[in-house]
């Protein structure tokens, strides 16, 4: 950090790290060659893209295979199944460019890149077809894909839209510019928040996300226009160094100006994220703003499945002036069988945070479930005698907003790591049953 270029600190100056400059992150910070190799060959994969903020101020490099900022954004060992990591290292090895295309292709698709039917029950359809770059699942929100901001400032190994990042088209959501998404919203007044996600919104020049977001604040029936980032985790000086950092938060003032609320979705996966003063500096200005911040993760193995660990950032979130917001569970793609952990844990690890935290950070709702049909939350496990065991389940938010708030129940299992491994009481609603049963791919 004291190294300095024309005056400025170069970290301060945001630079995409991957995996074309492992070998150099390797020597610097002395990645172990086994774990470098390991995260060259998965890289070819998975996505793989850090920064140095992310290197010298998140991630414990005396032993960054027990780290959780390393899990974070590194691929590790045991992403791929030995029977996928054979495949590619023998298409690797054996030089052939179109084979290791093939078995490149062959794995993503076994990862399942668009869980929860999002291409094929969420994309909305205007006269000309499908709006572009646009998901509507909830009457009251739609999500926008800016194609700008269809990267990010760092690559978290578990994020559900891996598959926007790896230079595959099909695979990809991206809007080039709003105007069939405003249009489409003009003609659908329920619709009360956009929803601008990625990626990473965040990475786009403050003149390119106005050219995208002020259009949609002469729609009047839009309430609240919300921006989903990693960037105060992974590139806080987007707020408060870039050099567009000033117009970035006039843009989020200006939203508030035409009567809109702004509301950042921060993504905070763990307490060290909020660690370094210039995550909180760029917390403090962005509220300045008259935006709000919501905060949310996944619980995530080898990452943050730790009690403590939430309620170290819960707390840190609401001293922040920010609102802890949902803890989800991972959903059905990429590496999940890496970092899924079972719903009893994940409600039990929600349970034991909750109940340290003072009253103002109790906002938090979780575990939750993004299904196909809606948002569950495991509200916790009873017991009944001669019963047995039962998980409490809602939905938070549903497709059919009738299955909204209404208890149901599903056969305790030890196992269990999403609703498709669980099997409901009798006596379900045959709606809430049939929305249920439809679970993932």
């Known amino acids: 950090m004291q190294h300095t270029t024309g005056g400025r600190p170069v970290a301060d100056r945001f630079q995409a790290l991957g995996p074309n400059r492992l070998d ?8 172990r060659s086994r774990l470098r190799e390991s995260v060259r060959l998965f890289s070819l994969v998975l996505p793989f893209r850090v920064n140095e903020y992310v290197l010298n101020e998140l991630i414990d490099w005396s032993e960054p295979h027990s780290d959780p900022i390393f899990h974070l ?3 590790q060992p045991g992403m791929l199944s030995p029977a996928d990591e054979q495949l ?23 990862l399942n890149p668009h869980p929860e039917h999002q291409q094929d029950l969420n994309v909305p359809q205007d006269a000309s077809g499908p709006v572009p770059g646009t998901q509507h699942k909830y009457d009251q929100t ?24 790896v230079g595959e088209p099909e695979l990809r959501f991206a809007a080039p510019e709003p105007s069939r998404a405003v249009e489409y919203l003009r003609r659908h007044p329920e619709i009360t928040d956009v ?16 050219q995208h977001l002020e259009p949609f604040l002469a729609v009047e029936s839009l309430q609240t226009v919300r921006i ?15 050099h567009d950092a000033d117009a970035t938060l006039r843009l989020f003032e200006q939203i508030a100006e035409a009567g809109k609320t702004p509301a950042l979705m921060a993504h905070l996966s ?16 962005i509220r300045d703003t008259g935006a709000v911040v919501y905060c949310q993760a996944p619980v995530i193995g080898r990452v943050n499945d730790d009690a403590a660990a939430w309620a170290r950032l819960w707390r840190a979130e609401q001293r922040a002036g920010a609102v802890p917001y949902y803890m989800f569970v991972a959903r059905d793609t990429g590496p999940r069988d890496y970092f899924k952990i079972p719903l009893a844990r994940a409600a039990a690890i929600f349970r034991d945070a909750y109940s340290t935290l003072p009253g103002l950070a109790r906002t938090v709702r979780g575990p939750v479930m993004s299904t196909t049909n ?8 009873t017991e009944e005698a001669g019963a047995g065991r039962y998980f409490e389940l809602r939905y938070l938010q549903a497709r059919d907003p009738r299955l909204v708030g209404r208890p149901f129940r599903a056969v305790y299992s030890a196992d269990a790591a999403w609703i498709d491994d669980l099997e409901l009481v009798p006596g379900t609603p045959a709606d809430i049953r049939a929305a249920a049963s439809a679970g993932e791919d």
């Open 228 to 242: 989903g980032t990693k960037s105060v985790a992974s590139w806080p000086h987007r707020y408060v160094t870039d």
């Open 142 to 165: 739609l999500l926008y894909f800016p194609a700008a901001g269809q990267t990010c400032h760092a690559y978290c190994t578990y994020c559900f839209r891996w598959a926007q990042f």
């Open 73 to 75: 954004f590194f691929p």
């Open 374 to 381: 809606g948002k569950i939350v495991v509200d916790g496990v």
């Open 195 to 210: 929803l601008v996600t990625g990626g990473d919104p965040m990475v786009m020049t403050a003149e390119r996300l106005r």
């Open 270 to 285: 763990h307490p060290v994220e909020l660690e370094p003063a210039i995550a909180r500096t760029a917390l403090a200005r």
């Open 88 to 110: 590619l290292t023998t298409a690797r090895d054996g030089g052939d460019p179109g084979e290791l295309a093939r078995a490149i292709a062959s794995i993503r698709a076994g």
């Open 24 to 31: 150099e992150i390797a020597t610097k910070y002395g990645l």
